[in-house]
Structures are given as structure tokens and as C-alpha cells.
């Protein structure tokens, strides 16, 4: 494989910014990510933006924010995910370039900067933005995601979504996409987006492939919601199906399958820490994903970051725990 096809396969993308982590200069609380995202900002404007072809008139833009697929219409393009906020343009004629058409309308999975970062750049140019009414009422407003110790502020008016639903259809031509929001998961607005003609599902950040993923405790994520996403996802997904993930590869219904048993797994070693009344530090301390780290911690999070991040949506989730 040349190191296009590595861009092109996803990989490349999440193994630049995991060398944010393993650079030599790792944090000293390595569980801590914050650090990260000092060192994610200039790699992410060295990202290339590529595109392939998934299906006869599906395209997947890969790049440095989360994966987005282009579907050509009758009426223009329709368009899931945006990207991220510093590289908007580059994407934006990337999608056109890929679909050969405008860009009629814009879902997002979340609200996530990687994910609808690009908003601004395809309402401009005359997209309806589609989402949950939760996703808008985050860009809407300026959010603190603690782990990180990030702040990201509301997106102007013109970038929020105008049509949101929790469940709901739109009609592409021949195409019926079903879009179906979940309970919190990885957020409170996540949205999976089904293409049943072209046998694809886009998870949003639902599903990660490959490695752990992000859940964002400050917008309600918890890792037993990403369990019972993984399993809606499934209930759809056939043995042929290709499934979209936030960030990584296409992957197969086995893979997503793969990635359940990996979260149900931390959901259960993490709960029983809970249960025994555990904190935070001596959650980390105990390795409770040891045995997967060598399978899962190839991305951006190793395990005790996981650990955190598990733990701390859990808790807040049950409304208990000690952070000490």
C-alpha cells in the first residue's frame, strides 16, 4: 500500500495524530488528553483531502476530519458531514470535484468541529443543513467539552441546520436515505444515516474503525449508549453491507460487531469499578483495557485516556462517581 491508498484507506489520517501521543514528549498524566490538541492543529492542516468511489454515484471524502459521504442527485448534491472548520474550502471543492454537481443539501451526524466544522463554507454556497434539533441547539451555542478543555464556539446563523428531526426520510432520486437519530451515545444529537438502495450506513462517530473512540461526556455520551447504538446500527446492517465510520476505514458489519464487544467489554470492567466505589485515578490505575490496548489503542487514545473518558461519561451518566 502507497501512502495515497494509506490516506485514501483512513488509516493515515488517525496514525498522524496518534504520533501526537507517542512524539516523545508525552504528557506526564497519561491518561490526560488535553494536551493532544496542541499538537493536532498543525497536522491537521498537512492532512490530504481525497476522494473515491464507494458506489455507483456514492463518494467518500476522506481527510483530516471525520469521513464524508458525497451522493449525486437529480437536484445537486447531498452531502453528510462537513469537516473541519480550517480546511472548509479545500473540502468543499473536493465534494464538488467528487460528485460533479452543487451541493443541494448537508446532514451532520453531531455537532461535533471535525464533523460540521465545514457548515459555514456549504450554506454559503446554498445548502439546507439537516440534523437533530440537539446538534443545532450545540452549534447554536458555545460548548466546553471538559476532557479536552476545549472550548468551541456557536457557529454563525447561517451555518446551523434549518430542518431538524429525530427520525426521518429524504428523497434522493431513486434514493431514500432514512435518517435515525439514537439516545445519547457518543452525543445527545447523533445521527445514523442509512442508504438502503446502496446497501451503506454512515455511523457518524457512533463507530470508530479500528480504535477507540471519542464519547463526549459533556454532551451527554456515554459508553452504554455507544453499546446500544452499535446494536441499532446492526439491526440494520446486512453481511454485505458497507459501513461509513466517523473516522477510519469502511468497515463490515463484522467489524462494527468487532467494536460492540470491545465497548461492552470496558463498559462492564469500568462499571464494576464504579460499583466498587473505585475513583477515577484508581479506575485508571487498575488497566481495565490492558488486554485490548495492543488491538484498540491505535488511534488517537491509548487505554488509560479510554479509561477516562469511559469512566467519566459513565459516571456522570448515573450521576455518581468520584473524580478524586
Known amino acids: 500500500m502507497n501512502r495515497r491508498e494509506w490516506m485514501q484507506s483512513g488509516l493515515g489520517a488517525m496514525a498522524m495524530l496518534a504520533t501526537a501521543r507517542a512524539s516523545g514528549d508525552e504528557p506526564v498524566d497519561e491518561s490526560d488528553p488535553a494536551p493532544l490538541l496542541a499538537k493536532m492543529g498543525p497536522m491537521m492542516e498537512t492532512i490530504p483531502v481525497a476522494a473515491s468511489e464507494l458506489a455507483p454515484g456514492l463518494y467518500l471524502v476522506q481527510g483530516p476530519g471525520g469521513n464524508i459521504a458525497v451522493l ?36 451532520n451526524t453531531h455537532w461535533h468541529f471535525d464533523h460540521a466544522g465545514g457548515n459555514e ?63 445519547p451515545a457518543h452525543t445527545d444529537g ?23 473512540p471519542n464519547i463526549d461526556a459533556s454532551s451527554r455520551g456515554w459508553i452504554g449508549g455507544m453499546v446500544a447504538a452499535a446494536d441499532r446500527i446492526l439491526k440494520i446492517a446486512g453481511p454485505k453491507t458497507r459501513i461509513i465510520p466517523g473516522h477510519g476505514p469502511v468497515g463490515t458489519r463484522d467489524d462494527l460487531a468487532a467494536a ?8 462492564e470492567r469500568v462499571a464494576r469499578l464504579l460499583d466498587a466505589g473505585k475513583s477515577l485515578r484508581q479506575a485508571i490505575d487498575a488497566r481495565p483495557t490492558a488486554d485490548l490496548d495492543p488491538t484498540w489503542a491505535k488511534g488517537l487514545f491509548n487505554g488509560p485516556i479510554f479509561t477516562r473518558i469511559v469512566y467519566e461519561g459513565l459516571a456522570q451518566h448515573r450521576g455518581a462517581g468520584r473524580a478524586g
Not at 429524504?170 to 435518517?179: K, P
Not at 460492540?260 to 463498559?267: C, E, G
Open 72 to 107: 449525486k442527485g437529480p437536484d445537486g448534491l447531498t452531502v453528510v458531514d462537513s469537516g473541519v472548520p480550517m480546511r472548509a474550502k479545500e473540502v468543499f471543492e473536493t465534494v464538488k470535484r467528487a460528485g460533479g454537481q452543487p451541493v443541494e443539501r448537508l446532514i
Open 121 to 183: 463554507e456549504f450554506a454559503r454556497a446554498g445548502a439546507t443543513i439537516f440534523a437533530t434539533s440537539a446538534t443545532r441547539e450545540r452549534l447554536s451555542t458555545d460548548q466546553y467539552t471538559a476532557v479536552f478543555k476545549l472550548t468551541t464556539k456557536a457557529l454563525p446563523s447561517i451555518a446551523r441546520p434549518t430542518v431538524t428531526s429525530d427520525d426521518f426520510e429524504l428523497h434522493v432520486g431513486a434514493h431514500t436515505l432514512h435518517l435515525i437519530a439514537v439516545p
Open 190 to 212: 447523533d445521527l445514523i444515516v442509512h442508504f438502503p438502495t446502496l446497501d451503506v450506513i454512515h455511523t457518524g462517530d457512533l463507530f470508530s474503525n479500528g480504535f477507540y
Open 260 to 267: 460492540r464487544k470491545m465497548l461492552a467489554t470496558v463498559h
